[in-house]
């Protein structure tokens, strides 16, 4: 049987690489990877589960890193922005200007990436359902639902 | 915490139970535990992660293990639009359906439909699995034991009409002012409420009398909204009519 204590070692997949860091059993997968491994593309926002700042992709499923423990990335791959390079979702939201301040942008990118690789012909109601899991404090929805609409253009 | 057990037994869960000297807690998604740690609301040093353990992650026909997501629940309808209605589409995909029964947050609107389907429980208790219909073991809040861990819920997918409204006060994103589940069923109807009382509320009825429902459930008061606006809002759902035609 499995059972960690204190402070553990783990190998796990990071946007295609294999990553070792060490980190305490209760840390967030959030914080062992802006602070342990220092990726910092991902917000922590609420560290509630609402805003979505935090939004990775594990095995190509958003979740909300600040409620996930780091533990069960294990045998799993993760990816953050930095994961993404030159994907028709990034360049979409900065052709349609889908940011004010910027902090939310990464979560929405990692959703809408996600939500397009899941369903490339998403209607309006299943891009609502997705992107109503992230919040821009600063209100910029329009851009960014402009922006999901090029990036599943340009699919 | 300090300590966390993954089991993947049975009997390395208790084993893990017997050598237990200091509280513990189970752990599966995290979505309401990990909020609660971060507040130190929660004190047990030691969790025990279950979603590892056989059955678990079962679908079958007539199962869902405790630990699927809610995002993986799409049969029968009510069931799924139940679960669509719960939380956000990305904490749904790793909020539990155990989660939502067993957690603290008095809403678990996903015990409706499972009361609705006269779904059986699985616990883990003492060393075995034990089955028990659901509503034996559900008022208020689910009746456990110490150590009894949910293992998985049993229940007939076939369609049955109903009528499903959820209405908050900001948006599709909120706790619920009134989830509003009406089913038919062999008998006659199920309703069951969630956010209209301090806890879910539920009952049968021979026949669709919407005067007889509407007094046989409690509305509370809080910043939400009225008792009287809900009782309203309850009123308007009934008076839509008994959910007999096929979904």
């Known amino acids: 049987m499995k059972q960690y204590e204190d402070h ?100 929405f990118v990692m959703n809408t990436h996600a939500l397009l690789q899941a369903h490339p012909d998403a209607d309006e109601e299943t891009i609502q359902n997705w992107l109503s899991a992230n919040l821009c404090r600063c209100t910029g929805y329009e851009g960014i639902e402009e922006a999901v609409k090029m990036a599943q253009k340009n699919l | 915490m300090n300590k966390l057990f993954r089991p993947q037994t049975y009997e390395e869960l208790t084993s893990i139970l017997e050598s237990q000297t ?24 030691q969790w025990i992660d279950i979603k590892h353990l056989p059955g678990m992650m079962e679908q079958s026909p007539e199962t869902i293990g405790a630990c699927v997501f809610l995002n993986q629940l799409t049969q029968p309808a009510m069931l799924a639009e139940v679960a669509q209605g719960i939380a956000d589409h990305t904490i749904r995909n790793h909020l539990t ?56 819920f049993h ?3 076939t369609e049955r009409p109903y009528h499903y409204k959820r209405h908050t006060i900001t948006g599709s994103i909120d706790y619920p002012l009134m989830t509003y589940l009406a089913v038919r069923t062999e008998q006659g109807y199920f309703v069951g409420l969630s956010g209209y009382g301090s806890i879910p509320q539920f009952a049968w009825f021979e026949n669709w009398d919407v005067e007889e429902i509407l007094n046989s459930f409690k509305a509370v008061s809080n910043d939400r909204g009225s008792a009287d606006y809900r009782k309203k809002l309850l009123e308007i759902e009934l008076e839509k009519g008994a959910p007999n035609e096929a979904v």
């Open chain 1, 8 to 107: 553990i070692q783990m190998e796990f997949s990071l946007n295609g690489e294999r990553v070792t860091t060490r980190f305490d059993v209760d840390e967030t997968l959030l914080h062992v990877v802006r602070n342990r491994i220092g990726l910092k593309g991902q917000k922590g926002g609420c560290l509630n589960g609402d805003c979505g700042a935090c939004t990775m992709l594990i095995d190509g499923v958003p979740v909300k890193s600040c409620l996930m423990l780091a533990i069960d990335a294990e045998g799993k791959e993760v990816t953050t922005i930095e994961g993404l390079k030159d994907t028709p979702v990034q360049k979409a939201f900065v052709a349609k200007q889908g940011f004010q301040c910027g902090y939310c942008t990464s979560g």
């Open chain 2, 22 to 45: 200091e509280k513990y807690l189970y752990y599966s998604g995290g979505t309401e535990v990990m909020s609660d740690y971060r507040q130190g609301k929660i004190k047990e040093k």
């Open chain 2, 97 to 152: 359906i155990g989660g939502n029964v067993c957690g603290k947050l008095p809403f678990r609107e996903i015990v409706l439909p499972l009361l609705a389907l006269d779904a059986e429980i699985s616990i883990f208790s003492d060393g075995e699995i034990i089955r028990v219909p659901l509503k034996e073991r559900f008022d208020k809040f689910l009746k456990l034991q110490p150590g009894e861990l949910v293992t998985g």
């Open chain 2, 155 to 157: 229940f007939d997918r």
